[in-house]
C-alpha cells in the first residue's frame, strides 16, 4: 500500500503547535471531506484523518509535526502529487519553504 511520511521540525512550542495542527485540520475537513478526531497528550498529541481512499495520523510535539499516511489503491497513483500538497500545506503554515532533510520531504 502507498505510504507517505514527513516530519516538519518547528519552534512554535506545543500549545501553538495545538493550535496550528487543529487549523490544518479544519481545512483538510472543509477541502477534503477529511474526518478528523484530535487526542491530546501530556508531551505530545495525536490527529487522526481519515477520507475514503487515506487514512493516516499527525503526531504533533512541541518541536516538530510528523505525518504518516497510507493511501488506498487508486489515490496510490498520485502518491508524489498528494506528497508535494501535504508538505506545502505544512511548509505555508510553518512560514518554510521546504527546509527538511532530503528524504523527509
Known amino acids: 500500500m502507498p505510504a507517505i511520511h514527513f516530519h516538519r ?8 503547535a495545538r493550535q496550528a495542527a487543529r487549523a490544518w485540520a479544519d481545512k483538510a475537513a472543509q477541502k477534503f471531506g477529511m474526518e478528523c478526531t484530535y487526542e491530546a497528550g501530556d ?8 477520507r475514503a481512499g487515506m487514512d493516516g495520523t499527525l503526531q504533533v510535539r512541541a518541536d516538530g509535526f510528523e505525518l504518516a499516511a497510507e493511501l488506498g489503491f487508486l ?4 502518491q508524489e ?8 500545506q505544512f511548509d505555508a503554515l510553518l512560514g518554510t519553504q521546504g527546509e527538511a532533510a532530503p528524504g523527509q520531504a
Open 9 to 16: 521540525p518547528h519552534d512554535l512550542g506545543l500549545a501553538r
Open 43 to 50: 508531551a505530545q498529541d495525536t490527529l487522526h484523518f481519515r
Open 75 to 78: 489515490f496510490g497513483a498520485f
Open 81 to 88: 502529487r498528494i506528497e508535494a500538497e501535504l508538505g506545502a
